[in-house]
């Protein structure tokens, strides 16, 4: 570039062409300003949005390095593994409290921000949780921490957050970047034209004094303000004119050095434009950008850009009679600084990736990997080149790429983070577990643009888990093993025991009819015995079915009080046998419980049974409290006892099973040292527990804290409906409807008529009672007189005045004798409260007469059998036999039985198969079945019982006197209920 400025020695011309140039310069000048300006500001936000990228690198790597470290710990268990968490963790405040400085001098969202410090704190106290639950309560605990996904989403949120702000910032510095070149372009053509026309200007101004001093003015004026440094030399090399900006840049004061020349003006200008300065002026030919490094007195030096241009001045006639050259300078400082800063950042950047112990790489939005870190090649031994684009899949395995590939597209398109775990193979060919995680990047409209991805290795993880899978899987086939051998066992035991004690109730009845009472009380010892033995083998079980996870929990509602005293009734002559009292001490207002009441009768029974074993001559006593706990009623039962008492380390191992609390207690006193253990586990299992209080030598005081409803919503339902039905009846049951306004006369009617065979069902009051007679068509219905809303005596004449109702027997249950108007009303039967339970059963049995039954009892133990057909016999029950399945499907072919009496255990055909074939026949379906067995029920036998049989009940727990109750009640017979063993249970269970 060069400007030539011709002599116009007349004057003629006007102003014009001057202050038209004037305008184009100080518009050209505006522009560079602007461009200058804009650039300054753009390399100051890159500069802060480098240094956003930098925190957020600082910060994501070392929470990495914290929950890797975590990781391993929770796998290993081993210290060693926390070393990278204690080097990182002090220094998550500080890049904090960095991030939060660099971020106020970006244009980032500062609701990010608070994401970040709430992402990050949350998973430090996450991972510090994990940490601790591995150290105080092992590895299954961590895990399950773990398994919970707290953390994983938590440091999905912080990943999403970091990804956005880097985005953010990337976006930014981009933007400012293109805004740089552009302004570049602009400044480009602003500094050729404002050169072209400040250099016309400054020629015609220095040449023509003639054409007047307000263009010599405006032309100073202009290059005064010029947002550029300018400076004009001749061919010497003398300095002619340079604007304030120049000599500021350069260092000294322009106008006091006109004439000098310009090297000797600014010595520090000669190193770097000296010989491009002479090349211009000798050659006629421009450069630019020439970079001038000038001292300042501190550390960094002062950057100028130097263009230079040739000039020269003519006459007319193209004369050339003076040349030189003129310069323009701009100051580049902040701005090479801005680029050192990026450069420095990404270097940073690279370093930070390159030394995190996972490999990583980055994206673009269809799957194409064009950056990897050092620890990628390191381990994979590929180049770049390789592994561009789709490259990365000639490493992966050939039996997971597929799937890796498949998965890895299907996140690509649904914008959603990406994880999996897949073999990756190695330089040496080996292959390697890595757990692969990306995550996708997006732009301010949302669209995902980029993808960072890491690859960690947990191949040691892997073995770590699956040596503990195996471990796992070992001690569960264990524990499996020995429940099948208690079970196994149980069963073997039971069978010749339940023998005993049948035979031995069958030898009392005939003592007793002979007369020989001396014999009655070794008879009893051995039943005593018998049952002693299989209370202890009953122990066992139930001890193996809460290790297995197989004790169920069957909720009931009942009179608290009432079981109190069933309890106290059971164990009285066990707790008088050592001449001690027994004290009872019950709030008033116990009320109901909604739980297990055979689990809980159990706990208390083991409790009176462990202080009567400990306790001679002394007092045994109960105290029963109701009371409110955090919006819910506990019912608390305290047994106290002033027997041995115990130490303090005593009752620290008292509830480990198989443990009393010392060796000569176990001589002296015998026991398995499992009652306690099994009550603790009964009162968990109910939701609450069992705490003990001892003193040595003055007895101890065992109390058991349980909710008053095991489920509260079923309780509240029941509460709230009108009425309500019975317990489920077997198949075919008659249907009782009870209508009567007090809660308590319906419950004892339905559980007094349910252990009768019939199905019940409730009414609170005489409307809904007709309304449910219409429904339903009871068999027979039992009425009260004093109700609301209609009494007793209206219902009655509605249902005899209804001809689809009028035939139903109705038996009247009140308090009001009024025999003569209920008959005359028409009811069948009449009934004074409080009820008669014989009385009751007499008249529901003669209402629901039946023809008589014939039983099946199918049994491959000889002395099981016989002992049924004789005591089933003499209560009148006509009897025949089989020795297995298959002999009692031939006897039902034979003639239709009653009912079915079935062992589940025998050769041929066991009970199982024959229910199958049993039920298979419709002709056979209405028949009752009922198992009596010796096996250890499990989940997958009830699953089979279910649909097919009625009742299972179990030898051990069940006496021949039981079992004739409960077949009355079964056939609708009953002429009374099922009596409870020693420890309280009759297991009558209703299966379909």
């Known amino acids: 570039m060069s400007a030539a400025i011709s002599e116009n020695p007349q004057g003629r011309h006007g102003s014009w062409p001057f202050i038209v140039a004037g305008i184009l310069l100080v518009l050209a000048l505006a522009a560079y300003a602007w461009a200058w300006i804009g650039t300054s500001e753009r390399a100051r936000d890159i500069d802060a949005d480098t240094a956003l990228l930098n925190s957020t ?212 200008l000669r190193r770097n434009l000296e010989q491009p300065l002479r090349a211009v002026i000798d050659g006629r030919a421009g450069t630019t950008n020439v970079e001038v490094l000038l001292p300042t007195g501190g550390e960094r030096e002062r950057i100028l850009a130097v263009s230079i241009f040739p000039l020269f001045l003519t006459r007319r006639g193209d004369k050339s009679i003076d040349h030189g050259a003129g310069l323009v300078a701009t100051d580049q400082t902040e701005a090479i600084d801005a680029q050192r800063r990026t450069r420095d950042s990404e270097a940073r950047f690279r370093m930070i990736a390159d030394s995190i112990p996972q490999m990583a790489w980055i994206a673009d939005d269809t799957g194409h990997i064009s950056w990897y870190n050092k620890r990628w090649f390191d381990f994979t031994g590929t180049t770049l080149q390789e592994m561009q684009g789709l490259g990365w899949r000639k490493v992966h395995h050939p039996d997971h790429e597929a799937r890796v590939v498949a998965d890895f597209q299907k996140a690509l398109q649904i914008g959603e983070v990406w994880e999996d775990t897949f073999p990756l193979r190695a330089a040496d060919g080996s292959y390697r577990w890595f757990l692969s995680q990306a995550l996708p990047i997006r ?149 109901s419980m909604h739980t297990d009441q055979v689990k809980l009768r159990q706990c208390l029974i083991n409790l009176f049974s462990n202080a009567a074993k400990f306790t001679e001559k002394g007092t045994i006593r109960l105290v029963a409290r109701r009371s409110l706990r955090d919006g819910r009623d506990w019912l608390s039962f305290a047994v106290s006892d002033t027997g041995i008492g115990m130490s303090l380390e005593q ?212 002395d099981a059998l016989e002992r049924a057909v004789a005591m089933l016999g003499r209560a009148g029950f006509e009897m025949r036999t089989a020795a297995n399945g298959r002999e009692g499907l031939e006897r039902a072919r034979e003639r239709k039985p009653g009912l079915v009496l079935l062992d589940l255990m025998m050769p041929v055909m066991d009970g199982f198969d024959f229910l199958r074939e049993f039920r298979a026949n419709p002709d056979w379906a209405d028949v009752p079945v009922i198992v009596l067995t010796s096996k250890d029920m499990d989940r997958e036998d009830w699953r089979a019982l279910q649909g097919q049989a009625d009742k299972v009940l179990n030898k051990a727990r069940v006496g021949m006197k039981d079992l004739i109750a409960q077949l009355r009640v079964t056939l609708g017979r009953g002429d009374g209920e099922p009596k409870r063993d020693a420890v309280g249970n009759i297991e009558s269970e209703h299966v379909g």
């Open 57 to 268: 690198e600082r910060l994501l790597a070392g929470l990495t390095t914290i929950e890797t470290s975590e990781r391993g710990f929770v796998l290993t268990g081993l210290e060693d593994f926390l070393e990278p968490y204690r080097a990182a963790r002090p220094q998550i405040e500080p890049s904090l409290a960095q991030l939060r400085d660099d971020w106020g001098r970006t244009a980032a969202d500062p609701a990010i921000l608070e994401r970040i410090e709430a992402s990050a704190r949350t998973e430090i106290e996450f991972i510090e949780e994990v940490i601790r639950v591995r150290r105080d309560e092992g590895f299954e605990p961590a895990a399950t921490v773990v398994r919970s996904g707290r953390g994983k989403a938590n440091m999905d949120v912080f990943r999403a957050d970091i990804g956005e702000a880097q985005d953010g910032a990337r976006k930014r510095i981009g933007i400012a970047e293109a805004a740089d070149r552009r302004s570049g372009g602009i400044a480009a053509i602003a500094f050729t034209i404002a050169v072209l026309v400040g250099l016309a200007l400054a020629w015609l101004a220095f040449w023509r004094h003639r054409d007047g001093r307000r263009t010599a003015q405006l032309l100073s004026r202009v290059l005064d303000n010029a947002p550029v440094g300018l400076a004009f030399v001749d061919a010497e090399g003398r300095l002619k004119r340079a604007n304030p900006l120049f000599a500021g840049m350069v260092g000294g004061d322009a106008n006091a050095l006109v004439g000098q020349n310009l090297f000797e003006a600014y010595p520090d």
């Open 651 to 862: 009752t620290q191992k008292l509830f480990e099973r198989f443990t009393q609390v010392d060796a000569s207690t176990t001589r002296r006193f015998g026991g398995t040292g499992l009652g306690l253990a099994i009550t603790r586990s009964f009162c968990r299992m109910l939701g609450g527990d069992i705490s003990v209080a001892s003193e040595e030598g003055k007895g101890s005081c065992f109390t058991i804290l349980i909710p008053a409803e095991l489920d509260v919503a079923a309780t509240e339902e029941e509460a709230a409906a009108p009425a309500q039905p019975g317990p489920e009846p077997a198949e075919g049951a008659k249907l009782v409807l009870v209508i009567d306004d007090d809660q308590s006369a319906r419950d004892l009617m339905t559980r007094f008529l349910a252990r009768e065979g019939f199905a019940v069902q409730t009414a609170a009051d005489g409307l809904s009672g007709l309304q449910f007679a219409r429904d339903l068509r009871p068999s027979i219905i039992l009425l009260d007189v004093t109700m609301p809303r209609m009494d007793g005596w209206a219902v009655l004449r509605s249902l005899k005045s209804d001809p689809d109702l009028q035939s139903i027997p109705v038996v009247m249950v009140t308090v009001i004798d009024e025999h003569h108007l209920g008959y005359s009303l028409g009811a069948a039967d009449y009934l004074i409260k409080p009820v008669e339970w014989d009385k009751l059963r007499g008249v529901v049995d003669r209402l629901s007469l039946a023809e008589p039954v014939e039983i099946l009892a199918i049994d491959d133990d000889e």
């Open 443 to 591: 732009d301010d409209t949302g669209r995902v643009f980029r993808w960072f991805g890491t690859n960690t290795d947990v191949t040691r993880q892997r073995a770590f888990e699956e040596e503990l899978a195996a471990a796992r899987d070992a001690a569960e086939n264990a524990n499996r093993a020995k429940s099948q051998f208690l079970a196994n066992m149980s069963h073997e035991l039971r069978t010749p025991l339940s023998a005993v004690i049948g035979y031995t109730e069958m030898l009392e009845e005939e003592v007793e009819e002979l007369g020989e009472a001396s014999l009655l009380g070794d008879l009893r010892k051995i039943k005593g015995n018998a049952r002693h033995l299989l209370s202890l083998i009953n122990d066992v079980l139930d001890l193996s079915k809460i290790e297995a996870d197989r004790m169920e929990v069957f909720p009931e509602s009942f009179d608290v009080s009432e079981m109190i005293a069933d309890v106290a009734s059971t164990v009285g002559s066990l707790i008088e046998k050592k001449e001690n009292r027994l004290e009872i001490e019950a709030d008033g207002a116990l009320g």
